[in-house]
């Protein structure tokens, strides 16, 4: 595979430029929210109980709306109301596959979409978060990759759509009831549009509120973030965050990946396993999971296999290999792998003691499998000769 890929653009995200008014709530850290409401009027001696307050009404029982923080003052509720706001992004769109992945394309700041996915199973709800309009990769084979990147998501965004699906699933629990342990949305993935640990603060702030005790209470276990390969970032991502680590790895030659994935070209497959193998919360119990499309005859060997096996063991990652056929999206440049060919790659990983779980396609008919997923509205109508023609893939 001698074709190059244009490397990952050298982007510089400013940040967004806040709009006038009101202070929207969600998203801010326990800090910074007793800064502003401090800067308000909330006396400086109450501030961090006003904060424990507001924070489990917005984040333990999704209240969107001061009048309802019944324990709060009326006048206290009041000035709130006049400063705040309790916003999150707006639903656009609702698609339901025949196997129950529901697919939202939710509205941002400036008119922007970006898509979600939840995946129901029988003992666990997924749900994919994006963290960018858009993307800085331009990973050849991801529909998400063809998109160019407009900008980063705020904290309230990312988190935002957690709470827009615990809305559209009815899962915040009503004070003073029963609690209820059996989670709808139980799990989440930083696997939608965009590259997490490009926008490492916003992804780090909202996760914690994620994970926070008195709000949404998820496990970092529960978490999952997937990363290319932006190797500066990776061991801040276990101080910071602690969630658990995947990796689009896709290849097993430095030739093949800079084509797929071309972040490679700046961190390359000897960096990125070192770096993991320094991740200092991988461990048996805690694997990195390699996350590898699979691609009829570009990546798809038994030759493949055992290098990835061997890159692997000669790390002593703790890993388990997530398997995924390719998801085809219009244009796509690449056909997926054969059922057969798949099972054969996945059965001499499991035979040299690993996991390999060929993931279920889900909701690929309303285009919300791993890969598919871009904005409807921006969605550029490319030929397959035009897309081939960027990842460098033509003749």
């Known amino acids: ?148 990147l407009v900008r980063n998501l705020t904290a309230a965004e990312i988190v935002g759509q957690i709470m827009m699906a615990r809305d559209d699933l009815g899962e915040w629990p009503v004070p003073g009831a029963p609690k209820d342990e059996t989670r709808l949305l139980s799990n989440i993935v930083l696997m939608g549009m965009g590259e997490p640990l ?63 994935v071309p972040i490679n070209k700046r961190w390359n497959i000897e960096e990125l396993l070192t770096a993991l193998a320094a991740y200092p919360n991988a461990s048996n119990s805690e694997r990195i999971t390699f996350e590898y499309v699979m691609l009829d005859g570009v990546n798809d060997s038994d030759a493949d296999a055992y290098r990835l096996l061997d890159h692997i063991k000669r790390h002593k990652i703790p890993a388990k290999i997530n398997l995924i056929p390719f998801n085809e999206w219009p244009g796509a440049p690449y056909k997926r792998s054969s059922n057969n060919r798949i099972r054969a790659f996945a059965n001499i990983i499991y035979q040299a003691g690993y996991a390999a779980p060929i993931r279920k396609t889900r909701g690929d008919d309303i285009m919300a499998a791993c890969g598919q997923l871009k904005s409807a509205t921006e969605r550029a109508r490319k030929s397959r000769k035009q897309i081939e023609a960027e990842a460098g893939l033509g003749d």
Not at 49 to 58: E, S
Not at 200 to 223: C, T, W, Y
Request: neutral net charge; hydrophobic residues 40%.
């Open 198 to 260: 490009y926008n490492f603060e916003n992804v780090r702030d909202a996760m914690k509120i994620a994970m926070d005790p008195e709000g949404i209470q998820l496990s970092r276990r529960r978490i999952t973030l997937s990363t290319s390969g932006v190797v500066p970032e990776i061991a801040r991502t276990a101080e910071e965050i602690g969630c658990l680590l995947a990796i689009s790895f896709h290849a097993t030659t430095d030739e093949v990946r800079d084509v797929l």
């Open 1 to 148: 595979m001698s074709v190059k890929a244009p490397i990952t653009q050298d982007v510089l995200t400013l940040p967004r430029k806040l709009p006038e008014g009101k202070i929207n709530l969600v998203g801010l850290t326990r800090d910074r929210m007793r800064e502003v409401l401090i800067v308000h009027g909330t006396p400086e001696k109450q501030a961090k109980m006003r904060v424990g307050q507001i924070w489990q009404w917005i984040y333990q029982w999704g209240v969107r709306d001061f009048d309802a923080m019944t324990n709060l003052a009326k006048a206290y509720r009041a000035q709130l109301a006049e400063h705040f706001t309790i916003e999150i992004p707006e639903v656009v769109t609702r698609q339901v596959s025949e196997d129950g992945t529901r697919k939202y394309l939710v509205r941002i700041a400036g008119g922007h979409e970006v898509e979600v996915v939840y995946i129901p199973e029988e003992d666990r709800g997924t749900l994919c978060i994006s963290s960018q309009v858009g993307c800085t990769l331009t990973c050849s084979f991801c529909h998400t990759g063809t998109q160019k």
